[in-house]
């Protein structure tokens, strides 16, 4: 990010003073002349030299960071609330197992008081 920023300075800063001979390439040398320049480009290599390119692949960048910060918000909000459901349902279960357990007592309890004592 701030490597294309300080490439985008540099771009900037050619296109006002009228120059190109300096321009950079991709990999983060400079390209020393027009002559040079137009082998790179033959060649097939990326030259960063125009602003208005660097400043779309700077705002592609930084809308792709906020997308995929908001996808881990949805997710890390998604993953709570499942938590929070296992959460309760784990509850709910342990109390109506005990409410089981104390029925049972009881009903055992009724069945031993029913028995004739001597």
């Known amino acids: 990010m701030q ?6 300075e540099k771009a900037t800063a050619i296109k006002e003073a009228g120059r190109t ?3 950079e390439m991709s990999n983060g040398q400079p390209a ?6 137009s082998l790179l480009l033959a060649a097939g290599a990326k030259v960063l030299d ?3 390119l ?10 792709k960071k906020k997308k995929s910060a908001l996808a881990w918000k ?4 998604a993953q709570e609330g499942e938590q929070k459901a296992q959460q309760k349902k784990r509850r709910d279960n342990l109390s109506a197992r005990k409410k089981q357990i104390k029925e049972r007592k009881v ?3 009724k069945k031993k008081l ?4 001597f």
């Open 3 to 8: 490597r294309k920023r300080k490439i985008l």
């Open 32 to 37: 020393a002349s027009k002559y040079q320049l």
């Open 54 to 63: 660097i400043k779309k692949s700077l705002k592609r960048m930084q809308n």
């Open 50 to 52: 125009d602003p208005k």
């Open 114 to 117: 029913l028995r004739p004592r």
């Open 21 to 23: 001979e300096t321009t």
């Open 74 to 77: 949805e997710r890390l909000a």
């Open 107 to 109: 009903a055992k309890r």
